[in-house]
């Protein structure tokens, strides 16, 4: 079965206690993509990944980090966490970023930094 | 840059009635546009989409068409579902990157009441 999966699917956490999301899919996907959601704002783009090794910053990239090591993996690394960052993230993946291509959104981490 | 304007929620509809939810994009040249679906507890999912000017996305009994004279892809139903209630996103792809970079719109929850 396709999956996109990440986990934790939930955190609670303190200022500047540094945590990794995990990101993986089974589909082969060149491309993979972290957004987060908050109200009012709708969807925004963290950072996104091209390939292995290939990644690039979205429109709000501050206070986050990014790898792709591995074609499957793409993790979110927060270093020092921050109230601000309380939100819903979501993976996506899909095939070389062609005209019109779907993505595919994993379940979403909703993260609470006190 | 580009921007994405959708009708602001939530809409409460009752079950059988038609569907409007307003989208205006601003962006330069010819971007792709959809429409993306989350269910409660759930990722979004790619409910339709339009790569081109007049072209018209359908799925599930859902519409949208692609004007580009006046910029919008208004998703519409005929005959709503109480299984429709989700929250609906319009998004658009950045002509100038493919669809590494999507923009998407503030969200539009919808309700169904039998």
């Known amino acids: 079965e396709a999956q996109v999966t990440q986990n934790p699917r939930y955190l609670i956490t303190v200022t500047g206690k540094k945590l990794t999301v995990t990101c993986s899919q089974n589909m082969n996907h060149e491309y993979m993509s972290w957004y987060r959601q908050d109200p009012g704002l709708g969807l925004r783009q963290i950072y996104y990944?091209?390939?292995?090794?290939?990644?690039d910053k979205g429109d709000v990239p501050e206070g986050y980090k990014v790898s792709r090591k591995e074609k499957r993996n793409f993790p979110l690394i927060l270093e020092s966490p921050s109230p601000n960052q309380t939100s819903l993230y979501f993976c996506?993946?899909?095939?070389?970023?062609?005209?019109?291509?779907?993505?595919?959104f994993g379940p979403g981490t909703r993260l609470t930094v006190l | 840059g580009n921007s994405v304007t959708q009708m602001e929620g939530p809409v409460t509809l009752s079950e059988e009635a038609f569907l409007t939810i307003n989208c205006t994009y601003t962006a330069t040249g010819y971007p792709s546009l959809f429409w993306y679906v989350q269910y409660p507890g759930e990722g979004l999912q790619l409910l339709l989409k339009?790569?081109?000017?007049?072209d018209k996305g359908s799925n599930k009994g859902f519409e949208a068409t692609y004007r580009k004279e006046t910029t919008s892809f208004h998703l519409e139903k005929g005959s709503v579902q109480v299984s429709d209630s989700a929250v609906y996103f319009c998004?658009?792809?950045?002509?100038?990157?493919?669809?590494?970079?999507?923009?998407f719109g503030t969200g539009t929850r919808l309700t169904i009441i039998p």
């Open positions: 998004a658009l792809s950045d002509p100038n990157f493919g669809n590494e970079k999507l923009t």
């Open positions: 990944s091209m390939n292995v090794e290939v990644t």
């Open positions: 996506a993946t899909g095939l070389a970023a062609l005209r019109g291509n779907e993505q595919f």
């Open positions: 339009a790569t081109k000017a007049d």
